[in-house]
């Protein structure tokens, strides 16, 4: 990918001081701020962001994977905070179902993240010191602005497909909304086309836990040199729980006890299950920063289609020539199966194509993350049938 290694370059500052390890950086300058729907413009800011694969000749075979919540741009590379292996390695990969000897495959870190893009732990070029709370509220939408001109800066016009699950899948519906014409298909897991009240509602237990810590400190910890670790742990072990399911926490758990046979008759942590959120919070807090939380799950609640496009989400998908795949899960209570259908009916009513696949399993909202070999079916003969209409062929 020669030529667009050094059409970004263009774009790059080197030695810049917020660039992750193992990421390409993408820089804008004054002259390119990005205009966010509170009204403000951010500027200068950057996306951190990986490839995998190559582009062919005419640009035509270039996948975009749109990160959840707390994910990343390392969807199918170690993650070089952690150690651990790609968040969607079971789907991205050479012979996987978003097939890398065949796809150019984009994963770029959202903005108002931590892992490189520009967020509220970047440093404020105005004041030298990390943005904290000063950091304007982004949304959904400003996030796919964002990935847009990373594709500009890219020389990449449009894009064979957009994928994600759960925030990832808002943002593949605000690409065919913003940009119809520039995704030639869509593929939305386990999402909705706006957040619910409960939803919401879970988003707002995880922030107050965050903001009640001590250190927390009003959004500036990193100037007084502290952390809310406490309050982001708690956040983390309530979301956890709403990306499982009854049946997964007790297929896994049960009531079994921690190391020991009987209660202690404490607040220890005596049951697996415990420990096992307590483990979830602590590894948490060492990889994300608590105001990125707070950011990112304000943007979710932001989302919402029909209120963007005049009360109906179909006014959001008409005349698109996009094609989608939309997927749900069973025990998927967080995003419902109910939710999916919304986006199938939105598309039907407005003329869209579209196909539908609800999949059974007990593993809850994550499961488009897991070992689901029906979904990796599905994936894999959806972007075959389009790369046909598309004139790719098996080389990319």
């Known amino acids: 990918m020669g030529d667009v290694e050094t059409a970004v370059r263009s774009t790059l500052r080197a030695g810049e001081a917020d660039a992750p390890r193992n990421s390409e950086v993408a820089y804008f300058g004054p002259d390119k701020p990005l205009k966010l729907d509170a009204g403000v413009e951010l500027s200068p800011f950057q996306i951190a962001y990986k490839t995998y694969g190559t582009l062919n000749a005419d640009r035509s075979n270039a996948v975009l994977i749109c990160h959840a919540l707390t994910g990343d741009q390392h969807a199918a590379s170690p993650n070089p905070v952690t150690g651990k292996p790609g968040w969607w390695v079971t789907m991205v990969g050479p012979g996987k179902p978003i097939d890398t000897e065949r796809y150019f495959v984009i994963c770029s870190n959202v903005i108002g993240s931590c892992m490189g893009s520009t967020g509220p732990a970047s440093t404020n070029p105005k004041t030298g010191e990390p943005w904290g709370l000063d950091f304007p509220v982004i949304t959904i939408r400003d996030m796919v602005r964002a990935q847009a001109m990373l594709l500009d800066a890219l020389n990449i016009e449009t894009l064979f497909a957009v994928a994600g699950g759960s925030m990832g899948g808002m943002q593949v519906l605000q690409w065919a909304a913003s940009f119809p014409k520039r995704v030639f298909c869509a593929l939305p897991l386990a999402c909705a086309t706006r957040h619910s009240a409960q939803n919401i509602a879970f988003h707002e237990v995880g922030r107050q836990a965050v903001m009640a810590d001590p250190e927390w400190h009003h959004g500036r910890y990193v100037v007084e040199g502290t952390e809310p670790r406490r309050g982001l742990a708690v956040a983390r072990m ?45 590894s948490f807090v060492e990889r994300f920063d608590a105001n990125s939380y707070l950011y990112l799950t304000r943007a979710m609640d932001y989302f919402d289609l029909a209120a963007d496009h005049g009360g109906a989400v179909a006014n959001a998908f008409r005349g698109l020539d996009t094609r989608f795949c939309v997927v749900s899960f069973t025990s998927d209570w967080l995003f419902p199966t109910s939710e999916s259908r919304n986006i199938v009916h939105a ?33 894999r003969g959806f972007l075959d049938g389009a790369a046909k209409m598309r004139g790719l062929n098996n080389g990319g």
């Open 238 to 282: 309530a979301a956890h729980i709403t990306y499982l399911s009854d049946a997964a926490l007790h297929r896994k758990f049960g009531r079994k006890f921690q190391d020991r046979d009987k209660p202690t008759f404490s607040f220890d942590a005596d049951f697996e299950v415990e420990s096992y959120l307590r483990h979830q919070g602590s």
């Open 347 to 379: 598309l039907n009513a407005s003329g869209g194509r579209v196909s539908f696949a609800e999949i059974v399993t007990d593993k809850g909202h994550d499961a488009f993350l897991l070992d689901e070999p029906e979904l990796f079916a599905i994936t």
